[in-house]
């Protein structure tokens, strides 16, 4: 009893953290706000739920699919936007699907949605690239807080759901050994888990940050889900894992708390934990797409370690599939934030404002 009874404290506990400090679940229409405005610096939510409004769902053969509460939402370009009729058995034909383009599937976090920061500025940036199919899974009405505990054991039920539509697709003419699967947090987990419904070997997997708390180890993702399993480490320890989980793993400034979330005025662990969203995002622009070197097994503590001997790799969308080991990256400002106004990047992502300088005070605002 003692036991069950801490277990209730701590899950209670965390759910508050994040109903509290984690507004990632505000709507945002415009797609505009800032990060760290919409997340950290609100202290009223959305949510209007209790404990006793948590939703469970069953799992294995009681899993009801399609799950009335989760959304499948293509996007081919800045225009489309289409939700999967899944009763539809030709739907992807019908769809704006391009077949040349490469597959993306992206599953957001804990207290997420669609049009939700951060996961929202990874969607964009993938719209805005052009060369791909990207598809959000949206799982919100049953990932809200206070209900973090339930969220992790629906994790099962949505990743079944999913791989049985990821089946549907492939017969219809999903190329699946193209497709890559994005998870933030929880939606780490969830791309792992959909490996274990599917009849066919997962392609890639790229896991930001994945969830630490209440993972039970049968959860974990792990690098036999996909034939290549990349981990960008942020908040490893206390939001993130601290162990490797993939084929190669990433530590970003040591892989537990950004330097530029220690004096941001809210709280550093959970700040670490959702810029790893942007770093995947601005992984996509090659000019400010970054390169990590080769480090030890784990993610480092201390001072800056000395680099092992290796060669650098690019680090997110263009890492090579067949890269191994563990690779480190320092850097001290937030990533994808843009340097002036007009420059690559999203505003978003920014903890400060962009200074505007004279000879960029007449140029258009990006983003």
Known sequence: MARYNKCFVYCLIISSLYAVARTQYVYIPNATAIIKDELFLHNTSLSNKTMRDCTWRPVNEKTVCPD?????????NKVNREVIDITVTDWLRQSSWDSEKEDVLVVHGYAGGDDTLPIAVLRDAYISNGSYNIWMLDW????????????????KAIAKCTADLLTDLRQQGLRTEKLTCIGHSLGSHICGLISRYVHFRMHRIIALDPARPLIPAASRLNSGDASAVQVIHTNAGHYGEAGRSGHVDFCINGGKIQPYCENAGFDEQLCSHVWAVCYMAESLNPQMA???EPCSRRCPTGPRPGHRIGIPVMMGQF?????????????????????????????????KPIKTSTVASGRRRGH
């Not at 009335?68 to 939402?73: F, L, N, Q, R, S």
């Open 68 to 76: 009335p509460d989760v959304k499948y939402i293509l996007y081919t």
């Open 140 to 155: 919100g009405p049953i990932s809200q807080p206070p209900c973090y505990t339930a969220a992790v054991h629906n994790m």
């Open 290 to 292: 970054k390169r990590a």
């Open 319 to 351: 890492t090579p599939l067949a890269t191994t080991g563990s690779y480190c990256m320092y850097d001290k400002n937030p990533p994808f934030c843009p340097l002036e106004p007009g420059a690559p990047g999203d505003k978003r992502c920014c903890l």
